[in-house]
């Protein structure tokens, strides 16, 4: 079923992108087809009953259009399908958003500001942007709303890696992070640690680990940790007992493009209390890297407006 909705909703190609949501009105509409299947909270009483559909008849910039609403069932207050979404009390039009989030499907590096804002992505992705603030500010949002809404569980894959430049910060370059990743349904999640040692390793683990979930690491000891914080730990039978980095197969795909990522990329320009969304858009693009880009962009509007 999920995979015939993808298949109904992915735009084929640039082109079909362009005539689907070719106006505020058919871009709200897409939206509202994500936020219909899901429980929309009252903004108002908070009401959890969900709500039903109403239409009303609304003007954009001089054109009709039937705009879906929810009617919440208990205040019968009513609300636009953006709810508390990342899109809600935005100033860009949602023709705009659209167009960003393509953007971003689209290019095979990691989004900048610099890059949005600059003439030749704007006229040729179709957007405009008046501040290169403004850019960022976007960019960020829709960073934050990709990252994870809960702790990962199940059989986790958990290890470490050390980026050259992973932000901006005088004096040592090296900065350590850890990488906790699901191979399948696909979940990860990344932080920096402030040092390699068990306790920093475990501090990360009961934050972004639900507890009693297995936990597969390298065989160094500084994951000893974990057992006794409640996971079940298991160790990869071939890695290196002597070397921090010797990593579980997933988790090494992952720091390996991590490190060419920020390096490369965002050549340590990122500070680090941005790093967490850079990260979760780093793990987005890994996770849909060999889907088309219609593919990549319907799975992106289903995941900031979770
Ligand atoms: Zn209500």
Redesign the pocket.
Known sequence: MEGMTIIRHCPLNRTEFEERYDSDAACYGAIARITLRKEMK?P??G?EAGGTMVMASVESRGVPWKKQLWQ?R??R?KFNALGNTVLAETKLPLRTWFRLFWWMCATDEPTSARKAFSSETQAEQGFQIKQERSAWTALQRIRRAMMPKEKLSGTVQLGLTEVRHLYRRRGSPEACAAIAAIREPYAATIATLPCLESDAITQFAIRHIAPGSTIITGRASRFDGLGVAGFVQTREPQTNPEDPFTRPRFVDQLAKHLDSCMTKVHHAQVSECNLPEYFAEFSFRHAYAYKSVGQRFYKLLQTILK
Do not use: E
């Open positions: 009252c108002r009483c009401g919440c208990q205040c207050h």
